[in-house]
């Protein structure tokens, strides 16, 4: 099969310490953290920048930051997030990409999100996309409803996005399509023709999921951006230890895991 792609998102833009007292805050402490990923098994680190009092962040040097700090320990592929915090201006979100990672995500619509909502005006959404172009930067999709496939088909069409596209579904926020076997495989059923994808379930959907990925050739995304518990009850001790067993079960299924570069050459990075 496929080698398995795994991303493990460090540390979102909601988690606290107080929920995740492993949580990596800093530049160092999320470099540290990529490198035990990559050690065991990710070649992709979804990351979003934060203040040293853990209030998220868009700066662009805090991110330079971080890009340095994860690229003097390993190899891996890191994908900066335009999405950043609810709230956020299109402008700040947008900052990272300017630096030329490898890849940024893009949302391909607005949703409810929790007890927020989070906005993506289409006007915005096609500014991030042509910058994201500009910049030479490989575009993660997010989708979390069935609506922001069907937007991004569109684009496609039109020529807005670059094909072939790599998705990222993710599914189980309160207020998207939720974290079922079911709502995986419509939209799956849906992507266009030579598209890549990943799947990230959001807290006790992220097992599940990721299982139903690797065994239908997909790729997967843990972390505690998205899952902060091993087990119910029992918190994760590290971003790597969710990455290792999403490589054990990968293993017992036959299906080899990517390293870095096998990643890029997957999803068309040069």
């Given at each position: ?17 107080a929920?995740?007292?492993a ?9 540290v953290?990529?490198?035990e ?13 934060r203040?040293?009092?853990g ?13 340095a ?7 891996v ?6 999405g ?20 940024a ?19 915005d959404?096609?500014v991030?996309a042509?910058?994201?172009?500009a910049?030479?930067v ?11 496939l ?77 899952n902060?518990?091993?087990r ?6 590290s971003n790597?230890q ?29």
């Amino acid at each position: 099969m496929t080698p398995l792609i795994i991303t493990a998102a460090l540390t979102g833009a909601e988690v606290t310490r107080a929920q995740q007292p492993a949580l990596p805050i800093t530049p160092e402490e999320i470099g540290v953290a990529a490198a035990e990923c990559a050690a065991a098994g990710a070649s992709i680190v979804h990351v979003h920048g934060r203040l040293a009092d853990g209030t998220p962040t868009q700066d662009k040097e805090v991110y330079r930051s971080i890009i340095a700090e994860v690229k003097k320990r390993c190899d891996v592929i890191v994908q900066v997030s335009t999405g950043g915090a609810v709230g956020m201006t299109p402008q700040e979100r947008l900052a990272p990409v300017t630096l030329k990672p490898e890849m940024a995500t893009l949302s391909m619509g607005s949703v409810n999100f929790g007890g927020d909502v989070f906005m993506n005006h289409p006007a915005d959404m096609e500014v991030f996309a042509r910058e994201i172009r500009a910049q030479g930067v490989k575009a993660e999709l997010e989708i979390f409803d069935s609506g922001m496939l069907h937007t991004a088909k569109r684009w496609l069409a039109k020529g807005l996005l670059d094909a072939p596209a790599h998705f990222d579904l993710v599914l189980g926020v309160p207020g998207a399509m939720p974290g079922t076997p079911q709502a995986l495989m419509y939209l799956l059923g849906e992507l266009p023709e030579g598209a890549t994808w990943t799947v990230a379930g959001i807290g006790a959907a992220q097992l599940p999921l990721a299982v139903q990925a690797i065994v239908l050739g997909g790729h997967v995304r843990v972390g505690f951006e998205d899952n902060v518990y091993y087990r119910k009850g029992e918190l994760a001790s590290s971003n790597a230890q969710l990455v290792a067993r999403i490589a054990r079960l990968a293993a017992e299924l036959d299906r080899p895991v990517a390293t870095p570069t096998q990643a890029r050459q997957l999803l068309g990075i040069q």
